[in-house]
């Protein structure tokens, strides 16, 4: 299993979860671009938005039914952003499909 994401979800890294069960997992990411950034992550493996199907969609729902719950919780009650980089022009690096949840500081738009 050559993927960090999928390591992390079955323990194989020691990571502190923020919030675990048995269809997804939220941690902290290793570079924070805000004062709350935490990824939230399916635990079986998804490589990308483009591969979310009619068979595994219903994670995607309850990825974003925690994270509200999970931003509560950390007290970004004025708002947060919830962000997914696909593919190569997206921005994403680690090819396991993840939610950023970011918040504490006002966001700009459009990104860069
Ligand atoms: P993306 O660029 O959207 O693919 O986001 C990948 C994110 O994963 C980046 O924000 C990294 O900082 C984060 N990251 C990579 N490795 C780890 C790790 N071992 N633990 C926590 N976050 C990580
Ligand atoms: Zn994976």
């Known amino acids: 299993m ?7 979800a079955n323990n194989l ?3 502190k979860k923020i919030y675990e069960d048995d269809k ?8 924070p671009q805000a004062p709350i950034h935490i ?8 490589g990308s938005a483009n591969e979310i199907t009619d068979e595994n969609k219903d994670i995607v ?16 009650k004025d708002g947060y952003r919830i ?7 997206g921005g994403q690096t ?10 504490g500081r006002s966001m700009k738009w459009p990104p860069g």
């Open 2 to 8: 050559d993927c960090i994401f999928c390591k992390i």
């Open 13 to 15: 890294i020691p990571t």
């Open 24 to 31: 997804i997992v939220a941690f902290n990411d290793l570079e």
């Open 39 to 46: 990824l939230i992550i399916p635990k079986v493996h998804i």
């Open 61 to 76: 729902s309850h990825i974003f039914c925690v994270a509200s719950k999970i931003a509560m919780e950390k007290g970004l």
């Open 83 to 89: 962000v997914n980089n696909c593919g190569v022009e």
């Open 94 to 103: 680690v090819q396991h499909l993840h939610f950023h949840l970011l918040g």
